[in-house]
């Protein structure tokens, strides 16, 4: 620490100027005053102008051998730590300024708070805004390389080794402040001591250290030069074990322990020397920016919260713009009428539309499915709430609920390339609306998703308990049942209720002003000049339609799921595709109108043929079911495929297993048997006897009587047939 600083260049040495840019040792024992003298007088005239004293503004007038106070109020003093004017009055209280006390005035009382009772840096910044700048004045005994050499060593240098040079630069103002405003040496080297506990060896090598520099090269020079221990030098990394480690640190799941476990055996391996330590390393990690660290890990997410978020603006006008988005409501319902879902246990889905300048709910629909039809419900509830009013703009969602041909035909989407000629005009391109596309991965760009946020309550009712399933797995309740579904007419009846409850309570979003959104809807509906967009009531009835690309035969025929169309118009038109069919999905029986592009072709065309449905539900019913049949079929004869296979790789073994017979006499290869013998298990039934191998049975058992009767003097054996 009282060493001297040391700094060694990689660039060629200088002839007369040696490796080190300081005096060495010896140099300084020559300069170094002795018996109470300090190189006070080769540094004078360097930081002010030469027998000028400095005065403070807050402190008394003093003696030669009296120490000027500087007094700061709350505000000064919270200006110079860099703190509020509250955290002051805090540590005043809490008596972390000694020395401080009240003072009376016109104003009333108020807080002096001495300069020796501030933190160190705080006088430190005070010492250096009192001693003017004096940048560049004077001449150096540095060249203008070594200075730079200088500056780049602080700036390399870790904020600790900063911190103590600031210290060490703090202390070396004060000193030659309390000189020039005529303190004696001996006094000053011991407030300074009392002031920044820096002791008068210590200052009078801080003073070698800065002798013959400018000002501005004072905090660079007295940068201290720390090993062991305090670790304050910015450890190296040999190698490529900065770059190793940094690999293994981001990829996921990874922790600090493992990567540097992992780097200290390539090191080894790789020959790169003895790395810094784990505490290093993991210092070293947690130094890099966050946004760094959640590039090199790949956490779009982590990077999507650290990004600067952009302030949506909300002075548009009413109708401007529609927010639409489907959610699945995290409840398991069931429909007992079987309209939804037929019947069975399913989630339901919520599909709003609201208008962004007033967050008013123009209009909904409920539904066991994300499709075009529950898009093309909810925007009829929401024109006919609002008196047949359309938006300008409508910003969606890029799932193909919306992206349907019937939705949005005939309008831009990246997904789709270009418009095609001849595609179906979609239900908002017919209207005009214009439709825009969130951003992907980003819910925040779509305002109807804090909607959700704020409905979500809804199911945690109680009497919605065992029926609630979480929005993932990890997060299911273990009460939850399957078998506890809420009727989807309840669910329906709680969000609609949630919702008028949300319609007339204050908002305290952007542009609201803590309006309701139906007021603010009210409003702004009857602002004078003001004038929405309204449809007729012709194209409102033409709403409920749906669009079907379809071809047009030979004769002019048109199919449109199983039923057959024909008429004298589409007959006289070109056949081929590019043709789509405006249709009533309820009732197929009506007839369909037959249009390329804007154009009309064909009106009210008839049904020559009937199919299997008899409406667009109905037909997509028979579909499914047609295709679940095809997908049985198709997978019983991979069943029985994979059966045969098996089978006949089983016998192909079993030939193949079969060894190779050779003739005794001749030597030659007997052909193999084409049919395996069998070997009977371990464990086979013995067979049954015949009849005759049952008599002699009998027989013999005869015998064996006869020979164990009591007397065997009796026994005389007879002549018998088998014998």
């Known amino acids: 620490m009282h060493g001297r600083l040391t700094m060694r260049k990689q660039a060629p040495k200088k002839p007369g100027f040696g490796s080190d840019l300081l005096p060495q040792r010896s140099e300084l024992e020559s300069v170094a005053p002795k018996n109470g003298s ?263 997410k982590a990077l999507e919260r650290l990004e600067p978020k952009i302030e949506r603006g909300y002075s548009g006008a009413l109708h401007e713009e529609w927010s639409i988005d489907g959610r699945r409501i995290d409840l398991m319902c069931i429909d007992p009428a079987g309209k939804m879902a037929g019947g069975k246990p399913f989630r339901l889905w919520f599909y709003p539309m609201m208008d962004v300048r007033s967050r008013y709910i123009t209009g909904y629909a409920f539904g066991d499915a994300l499709t075009s039809d529950l898009n093309q419900k909810a925007f009829i509830n929401a024109v006919k709430h609002t008196g047949r009013v359309i938006p300008i703009r409508i910003q969606s969602d890029n799932g193909m609920e919306t992206a349907a041909k019937g939705i949005t035909g005939g309008s831009p989407f990246r997904r789709r390339g270009k418009v095609k000629e001849g595609e179906p005009i979609g239900l908002y391109t017919d209207l005009g609306i214009e439709v825009t596309w969130a951003i992907p991965g980003r819910g925040r760009s779509k305002p109807v998703e804090r909607l959700f946020k704020t409905l979500k309550d809804v199911e945690m009712h109680p009497e919605f308990r065992g029926a609630y399933l979480g929005n993932r797995p990890e997060a299911r309740p273990e009460e939850w049942d399957k078998g506890k579904c809420i009727p989807v007419a309840d669910v329906i009846r709680a969000y609609e209720e949630r919702i008028r409850q949300y319609h007339r309570s204050p908002h305290k979003g952007s542009g609201m002003g803590g309006k309701s959104p139906i007021m603010m809807y009210e409003e702004l509906m009857h602002t004078p000049g003001f004038v929405p967009r309204r449809i007729t009531e012709a194209q409102f009835d033409r709403l409920r339609f749906s669009r079907a690309e379809v071809t047009l035969r030979r004769d002019g025929r048109v199919y449109l799921d199983g039923w057959m169309y024909w008429s004298k118009e589409t007959a006289d038109a070109v056949k081929g595709q590019g043709y789509f069919a405006l249709f009533d999905p309820e009732d197929y029986s009506t007839g369909i109108d037959v249009y390329r592009g804007h154009k009309l072709i064909a009106k009210a065309v008839k049904p020559q043929m009937r199919g299997a449905g008899h409406n667009k539900e109905d037909a997509r019913a028979i579909s499914k079911a047609q295709s679940q049949h095809k997908k049985a079929v198709k997978a019983q004869a991979r069943a029985t495929q994979g059966l045969m296979s098996t089978i006949a790789r089983g016998a192909k073994n079993l030939q193949g297993a079969q060894q190779e017979e050779i003739a005794p006499e001749t030597g030659e290869i007997l052909p193999v048997a084409s049919v395996a013998q069998m070997v009977p298990g371990k464990l086979e039934r013995p ?37």
Request: glycine share 8%; with cysteine.
């Open 38 to 300: 300090d190189p006070i007088e080769s540094l004078t005239g360097q930081g002010n102008e030469e027998g000028k004293p400095v005065h403070f503004s807050s402190a008394k007038p003093c003696q030669r051998s009296e120490l000027l106070t500087p007094l700061f109020d709350v505000e000064e003093a919270a200006k110079l730590e860099g703190v509020t004017m509250r955290a002051i009055r805090k540590r005043i209280l809490a008596d972390k300024y000694p020395g401080t006390y009240k003072e009376s005035g016109n104003g009333g009382e108020a807080y002096r708070i001495p300069l020796s009772g501030l933190s160190p840096e705080a006088q430190a910044r005070y010492w250096l805004a009192q001693a003017p700048a004096a940048a560049g004045a004077g001449e150096s005994r540095l060249d203008e390389e070594d200075r730079e050499f200088l500056q780049q060593r602080y700036n390399a240098a870790s904020p600790k080794c900063q911190a103590r040079a600031q210290k060490a630069l703090a202390a070396v103002t004060l000193f030659f402040e309390l000189v020039r405003g005529g303190m004696a040496k001996m006094d000053a080297y011991a407030r300074v001591r009392e002031v920044t506990e820096v002791k008068q060896g210590t200052t009078i090598n801080y003073l070698n250290r800065i002798k013959g520099l400018p000002r501005c090269d004072w905090g660079a020079a007295l940068l201290p030069e720390l090993t062991g221990r305090t670790n304050a030098r910015m450890a190296e990394f040999p190698g490529d074990s900065w770059p190793f480690f940094m690999t293994h640190r981001a990829a996921p799941g990874a922790n600090t322990g493992a990567a540097w476990a992992a780097t200290a055996r390539e090191a080894e391996r790789q020959g790169w020397g003895k790395i810094p330590s784990h505490k290093t390393f993991n210092r070293r990690w947690f130094d890099l920016p966050e946004t760094t660290r959640a590039a090199l890990s790949g956490d779009r």
């Open 687 to 723: 067979r049954e006897k015949t009849a005759e191998e049952t008599e002699v049975q009998s027989r013999v058992m005869a015998i064996v009587e006869e020979m164990n009767a009591p007397d065997p003097a009796l026994f005389l054996p007879k002549k018998r047939a088998f014998l």
